[in-house]
Every structure is written in structure tokens, then in C-alpha cells.
T-cell receptor
């Protein structure tokens, strides 16, 4: 069974440029999460989807960040414009809502460097 | 609100020595508790989890953890460290509903010397 797939793995951009990250969750997982991981810190939730509905986006900085999960499968996280402080790893995870034991399955992450 | 505190951002042990990584949590509901491991430039991998039932849980690679409600703790242990155990370890808590987001601690870096 394929795991959570993220792309790109690495991205270097200049400040004020836009950037987008893509996530394909495990097949059948209807809950999808985007986490932000700063260097030396634990992951912090940005947004959680149940199918195509964003059920928790309270930590998403909506002035520059946006996310979508069309058709309740793949998801895209966008930053526009990027700032120096956005340099971090963006992790995507999925889980089967309503079943399972609460475990989240993580992708390898997208590492963003803003110059 | 839930929270996790990991005591010690960096733990160093010798190969063959006991590994003890500390985690305390705060939760207003019966928690689900997790330990994840992260190797450099990789995503998080589940080591073990506590949901209900037996409070001593065993995970992969010889790790185990014990849920102690009275101490609000979920410390991770391994009897004998191996060089390959060097990594970042994260403790996490959730509300227990499948699909709930995990709240992570800041992590503990484990170094193993020969």
C-alpha cells in the first residue's frame, strides 16, 4: 500500500514569491492534515480536512496561506507571498476518520527555504 | 486544551545503555498517546500508541511506554540503546476520536555513542 506522497521534497524561493505544495493521502483516508514543522520543533497543525471540508483551520495564517482539497482526495497548500519566516518543513498526514486508533500517517515532508 | 511537555530537548546515552525519554501530557478527556520517531530528512514514523486497555504498550524496535494516569505521563524506554536509535522523538496526544488532530511536544533528540 502506497504511503502519503508529497511534492516537491525541496523548494527554494525568494521572498515575496508564491509556492505550492501537493499531497496525495493514503487511499481511503478521508481525513487529511497539514502540519508546519520549524527547525528543532514539533509539528504544529495548520489545517485539518474531513473529505473536502476544512473542519479546523484556526491555525492557518489566512492572509498568506490557503489550502484546498478538491474532490476530497489530493490537497494543495499555497503560500503567497512567502516570507523569510516561512522557511520550514510542511508535513502532510492522513487518517481514516471514524475508524482506526487515531494514528496519523505522515509523508516525508516538503522543505521550504525562503531567501 | 491539550498539551504535551517533553523534558529534555537532548538525551545522550552509550550504546547498550537504557534509554528513557520523558513525556507529560495535559488533557481534559481520556487521551490517546503516541510516540513518533523522525530520522533526518524523513517524515514521522509511529513507534507505539496507547488508546485503551493495557497501560504498558510495546512498539517497534524494542521500545515500550507506560501510561500513568496519576502522573499524567507516557515515558518512552528501551533497555539497550543501539546506534541506529539516534533520531528525534516526538510525544503526541489526541482527544481519542479517530480523525482528531495530534498535538505534539517539541521533541527530544537522542544521541547514541559507541
Amino acid at each position: 500500500e502506497a504511503g502519503v506522497v508529497q511534492s516537491p521534497r525541496y523548494k527554494i524561493i525568494e521572498k515575496k514569491q508564491p509556492v505550492a505544495f501537493w499531497c496525495n493521502p493514503i487511499s481511503g483516508h478521508n481525513t487529511l492534515y497539514w502540519y508546519l514543522q520549524n527547525l528543532g520543533q514539533g509539528p504544529e497543525l495548520l489545517i485539518r480536512y474531513e473529505n473536502e471540508e476544512a473542519v479546523d483551520d484556526s491555525q492557518l495564517p489566512k492572509d498568506r496561506f490557503s489550502a484546498e482539497r478538491l474532490k476530497g482526495v489530493d490537497s494543495t497548500l499555497k503560500i503567497q507571498p512567502a516570507e523569510l519566516g516561512d522557511s520550514a518543513v510542511y508535513l502532510c498526514a492522513s487518517s481514516p476518520y471514524g475508524t482506526g486508533s487515531g494514528e496519523l500517517f505522515f509523508g516525508e515532508g516538503s522543505r521550504l527555504t525562503v531567501l | 486544551a491539550q498539551s504535551v511537555t517533553q523534558l529534555g530537548s537532548h538525551v545522550s546515552v552509550s550504546e547498550g545503555a537504557l534509554v528513557l525519554l520523558r513525556c507529560n501530557y495535559s488533557s481534559s478527556v481520556p487521551p490517546y498517546l503516541f510516540w513518533y520517531v523522525q530520522y533526518p530528512n524523513q517524515g514521522l514514523q509511529l513507534l507505539l500508541k496507547y488508546t485503551t486497555g493495557a497501560t504498558l504498550v510495546k512498539g517497534i524496535n524494542g521500545f515500550e511506554a507506560e501510561f500513568k494516569k496519576s502522573e499524567t505521563s507516557f515515558h518512552l524506554t528501551k533497555p539497550s540503546a543501539h546506534m541506529s536509535d539516534a533520531a528525534e522523538y516526538f510525544c503526541a496526544v489526541s482527544e481519542g476520536q479517530a480523525g482528531s488532530a495530534l498535538i505534539f511536544g517539541k521533541g527530544t533528540t537522542l544521541s547514541v555513542s559507541s
